[in-house]
């Protein structure tokens, strides 16, 4: 896939020098991407395998954590081993900072960098999570994550857990595909063209069609639950990465400021049901998604000061969305305990609620 509408990711995660932004020019996000498939019948040369491939994902990347929340509400977690870099990454490209001697424990490579060197060697484009990396080559198959979490869905579905949902049914697929376009181009990337917008007629521009965008989802959102249907699908996962890192980071650093998530009654409540799901809040990490955002961006934020705040205990509060009806796993059930070692660090979380 290569139009905006249907690849997602952002290229590059990191840029020279830390600039993201061109003097003079709005925002304009490169979607070319890796888009070789993992299938259950392997047509692109890459078949459903489990323990064959392990999942690259930085917590502090709204793209990748929309990865492992669909791996965990699916329970992929046997089936797909994850990697994990840091929050922040060099001029190369994301590193396993957090792993002993700063190597993935599974593929032994500090940088992400050297996954697509070893499947392309003169590799023009940026280094993006998510991506997904044949184990026993040691070489990337694909970063377009847009396809990975639908293939996850779709072709993944002998290695789902026992209750796991459907997020991606085939009933309600072309309502799912049209919101998620609105939500991509307007929402998720809308908050990127006004941080990196590079004129003020270009944010001005970028930010009438972000809160225009968000009114919408306000309405839409005050009388149903979820997005499309009454349970979580592909569309809530989409959407729930942005409304989570909008107060922490967005509002104020991307400068997406008429209001607060907290002050949008439907959004702020139903962010809030999501992320006291299982599957969701369990996989954010706010310390991490403030450094990401905070230290890599130079060009915006030339200090690297990361706020203490704001104070984001009111995730934890009730939402009440329950009265709205609705199932959030269908006829399934809620995924169990997050696998050991992969939890959230707890004092980053401790450290987020207490602001």
């Given at each position: 896939m290569s139009t905006e509408t249907t690849t997602e990711a952002e290229r590059p995660e990191h840029h020279e020098g830390g600039r993201y932004t061109t003097p003079g020019q709005e925002y304009s996000r490169d979607t070319r991407y890796i888009t070789t498939r993992i299938t259950a019948d392997g047509r692109d040369g890459y078949a459903v395998e489990p323990g064959r491939y392990r999942l690259v994902a930085a917590r502090a990347c709204p793209w990748a954590n929309r990865t492992l929340i669909v791996r965990r509400l699916l329970g992929l977690e046997e089936a797909i081993s994850v990697g994990l870099p840091g929050p922040t990454h060099d001029a190369r490209s994301w590193t396993f900072d957090l792993d002993a001697g700063g190597k993935d424990p599974v593929l032994g490579i500090h940088w992400l960098q050297e996954a697509y060197f070893r499947r392309f060697p003169d590799y023009p484009r940026g280094i993006t999570v998510p991506a997904v990396v044949d184990i026993p080559t040691g070489a990337v198959v694909t970063n377009d994550f847009a396809q990975i979490t639908l293939d996850f869905s779709t072709e993944w579905t002998a290695y789902h857990r026992d209750g796991a949902p459907d997020l991606y049914p085939e009933?309600?697929?072309?309502?799912?595909?049209?919101?998620?376009?609105?939500?991509?181009?307007?929402?998720?990337?809308?908050?990127?063209?006004?941080?990196?917008?590079?004129?003020?007629?270009?944010?001005?521009?970028?930010?009438?069609?972000?809160?225009?965008?968000?009114?919408?989802?306000?309405?839409?959102?005050?009388?149903?639950?979820?997005?499309?249907?009454?349970?979580?699908?592909?569309?809530?996962?989409?959407?729930?990465?942005?409304?989570?890192?909008?107060?922490?980071?967005?509002?104020?650093?991307?400068?997406?400021?008429?209001?607060?998530?907290?002050?949008?009654?439907?959004?702020?409540?139903?962010?809030?049901?999501?992320f006291q799901t299982p599957g969701f809040g369990d996989t954010v990490d706010f310390q991490q998604i403030k450094e990401h955002y905070y230290i890599v961006h130079t060009d915006i934020n030339p200090t690297g000061i990361v706020p203490a705040g704001p104070d984001l205990s009111g995730w934890l509060t009730p939402h009440g969305r329950e009265a709205l009806g609705g199932r959030p796993f269908g006829a399934g059930t809620a995924p169990g305990p997050v696998r050991p070692g992969e939890e959230v660090d707890p004092a980053h979380t401790a450290a987020a609620m207490r602001g």
């Open positions: 009933a309600l697929r072309e309502e799912i595909d049209a919101v998620n376009r609105r939500v991509f181009t307007e929402v998720n990337n809308g908050v990127y063209r006004c941080g990196f917008a590079g004129s003020q007629e270009a944010y001005d521009a970028a930010y009438a069609r972000l809160w225009t965008a968000l009114d919408w989802l306000e309405e839409r959102l005050t009388d149903r639950r979820y997005l499309v249907g009454d349970t979580i699908t592909e569309a809530d996962v989409r959407l729930f990465t942005t409304l989570v890192r909008f107060d922490a980071v967005y509002h104020g650093h991307f400068k997406c400021n008429r209001n607060k998530l907290t002050e949008m009654p439907a959004l702020w409540a139903y962010a809030r049901d999501l």
